[in-house]
T-cell receptor, first 114, second 118 residues
């Protein structure tokens, strides 16, 4: 079975540009999570969805960040405009309610904002 | 206050040594779930184990073992006869019972960097 798929794996952009990160969860999973990992702050939960509906977005840093899940097999995390401090590795994870939050992570997108 | 504390930032051992990674958690829920994840140099987070709060039985999987003690709110991870391939960052995490038919979020510790030297 395919795991969580994220694209792109690496993204280098200039400050002020729009960045879109993509995630395809494991088929059949009903929860999707977006995390950000930096040396300074560790792993931070940004937002998570249940059956395509956002449940908790309190971790989204500011209005420049937005996330959508138009269907059960696709989610995006958008940063507009991007800033150097957004440089991080962004992970997507998915899970099943009945698995008690055992989350499966994608390979991550390494974002560098110059 | 952090819900999951991994006091050891870095640990270095020589191959074949045993090593224990500490994890202390904080929650007021009676139902909760504890996890360990491994992040090798390749960067991907790999699930290792889940433990339910109502099951304090320790678990062993090959060279890995986990000691869950509710009395001290600890969920420690021991690698026996460590190998170079065990070198990674290890994360402990907590999920509280959100109630009903929903999942709560995962709270991660800051991780412990384990380096196993040949």
């Amino acid at each position: 079975d395919a795991g969580v798929i994220q694209s792109p794996r690496h993204e280098v952009t200039e400050m002020g540009q729009e960045v879109t990160l993509r995630c395809k969860p494991i088929s059949g999973h009903d929860y999707l999570f977006w995390y950000r990992q930096t040396m300074m702050r560790g792993l931070e939960l940004l937002i998570y969805f249940n059956n395509n509906v956002p449940i908790d977005d309190s971790g989204m840093p500011e209005d420049r960040f937005s996330a959508k899940m138009p269907n059960a097999s696709f989610s995006t995390l958008k940063i507009q405009p991007s800033e150097p401090r957004d440089s991080a590795v962004y992970f997507c994870a998915s899970s099943l309610l009945r698995s008690y939050n055992e989350q499966f992570f994608g390979p991550g997108t390494r974002l560098t904002v110059l | 206050a952090q819900k999951v504390t991994q006091a050891q930032t870095e640990i270095s051992v020589v191959e074949k040594e045993d090593v224990t990674l500490d994890c202390v958690y904080e929650t007021r829920d009676t139902t909760y779930y504890l996890f360990w994840y491994k992040q090798p140099p390749s960067g991907e987070l790999v699930f290792l184990i889940r433990r339910n709060s109502f099951d304090e039985q320790n678990e062993i999987s090959g060279r890995y073992s986990w000691n869950f003690q509710k009395s001290t709110s600890s969920f420690n991870f021991t690698i026996t006869a460590s190998q170079v391939v065990d070198s990674a960052v290890y994360f402990c995490a907590l999920s509280e019972d959100a109630g009903g038919s929903t999942l709560g979020r995962l709270y991660f510790g800051r991780g412990t960097q384990l380096t196993v030297w040949p």
